[in-house]
């Protein structure tokens, strides 16, 4: 690995954190930081009982929001903040109490513009793909760390 590309992964790592000490959502439903690297997120949950619907499977707001968590780490990763322009995912299997959701996101396209394209896999920890989610993002002013 190149300097260059172990600078941009520690700078990708001290994003992730910065977020992550604030992003009160993703610490209250349990999600953990994997892996980040730039434009690159890997984030896991577990399914508590809270998350259940009334099919008594997961319901699909947790596993987007685990996407988009990724997706976030993700596009915001070179200390540069983007927000979520346009995001769409299809669901592609159930998911129950207890499974541990897996949700690893790259960039696509973007990076040198305004905006950028991400996508994000969603699955259970034994692998099988559970949703596949695309985010567009914006970039915003100002810097993801602070000072």
Do not use: W
């Amino acid at each position: 690995m190149t300097e260059a590309a172990t600078d941009a992964d520690a700078l990708a790592r001290a994003c992730a954190e910065a977020m992550y000490a604030r992003d009160r959502a993703a610490r209250a439903a349990g999600m953990v930081i994997e892996d980040v690297r730039a434009g690159y997120a890997r984030v896991a949950m577990t399914v508590t009982d809270a998350m259940l619907n009334g099919h008594d499977i997961a319901h699909g707001g947790f596993t987007f929001m685990l996407a988009d968590t990724a997706f976030a780490y993700a596009c915001n990763s070179r200390n540069l903040p983007n927000v979520a322009l346009q995001c769409s995912i299809s669901f592609a299997a159930p998911v129950h109490l207890g499974d541990r959701l897996v949700a690893e996101g790259e960039q696509r396209s973007g990076g040198n513009g305004r905006t950028g394209v991400y996508d994000i896999t969603v699955s259970r920890a034994d692998g099988e793909m559970v949703a596949l989610f695309r985010g567009v993002c914006y970039r915003v002013k100002g810097t993801v760390l602070e000072g």
